[in-house]
């Protein structure tokens, strides 16, 4: 069975301070996809960033980086000097490789940010 | 925009009766997908399809029940609804590709069953 922890339910920090999303995985299977979406207010699902199990190699987009550490099962989100756009719910999810199966995603309970101007 | 459309966007309905939830995309893509978004839940898989006729239960597919005869339209029907099944409902898409599995999101359905 898989499971995405998000143990993080809300923060609250003040405008352009960092923030860091908190992502704990557990699965059975050596290939596996992570993944992180960003829910604003609006309501629609916006795709931030997939990883492959097999490529350890952090990355940085502009203020947003992610740090996987297969070592630790996680896979977390920092936002430096954060905005009032940032405010959303951030969802981490997990997705299994089987072989060209459909493979759905198995979601964390989600974080909701909320940067305060 | 990974054009995706749902319809409707918002029902309001009442226990007993069939509802019947509509996904469509333009891209073409073989996997197609619907999750449930609730309160202390975040979203959970339904039902997916891998083709067309082709389908397979999630996590939650009790009381739900999907059909793909196009490519481009999945459905997803509540036979008779129930209070519990009041939820947001996400279509989703995969593009193909081994080293890819992302999805992408339609804008989602809002149900409540009264």
């Known amino acids: 069975a898989q499971k995405v922890t998000q143990a993080q339910t809300e923060i609250s920090v003040v405008e352009k301070e960092d923030v860091t999303l908190d992502c704990v995985y557990e699965?059975?299977?050596?290939?596996?996809?992570l993944f992180w979406y960003k829910q604003p207010p609006s309501g629609e699902l916006v795709f931030l960033i997939r990883?492959?199990?097999?490529?350890?190699q952090n990355e940085i987009s502009g203020r947003y980086s992610w740090n996987f550490q297969k070592s630790t099962s996680s896979f977390n989100f920092t936002i430096t000097a954060s905005q009032v756009v940032d405010s959303a719910v951030y969802f981490c999810a997990l997705s299994t490789y089987s072989g060209g199966g459909a493979d759905g995603l198995t979601f964390g309970k989600g974080t909701h940010l909320i940067i305060q101007p | 925009d990974a054009g995706i459309t749902q319809s409707p966007r918002h029902k309001v309905t009442e226990t007993g009766t069939p509802v019947t939830l509509r996904c469509h995309q333009t891209e073409n893509h073989r996997y197609m997908y619907w999750y449930r978004q609730d309160p202390g839940h975040g979203l959970r898989l339904i039902h997916y399809s891998y083709g067309v006729k082709d389908t397979d239960k999630g996590e939650v597919s009790d009381g739900y029940s999907v059909s793909r005869s196009k490519t481009e339209d999945f459905l997803l029907t509540l036979e008779s609804a129930t209070s519990s099944q009041t939820s947001v409902y996400f279509c989703a898409i995969r593009p193909p590709g081994v080293a890819r599995n992302e999805q992408f999101f339609g804008p989602g359905t809002r149900l409540t069953v009264l």
């Open positions: 699965t059975r299977d050596t290939t596996y996809y």
């Open positions: 990883r492959n199990s097999f490529d350890e």
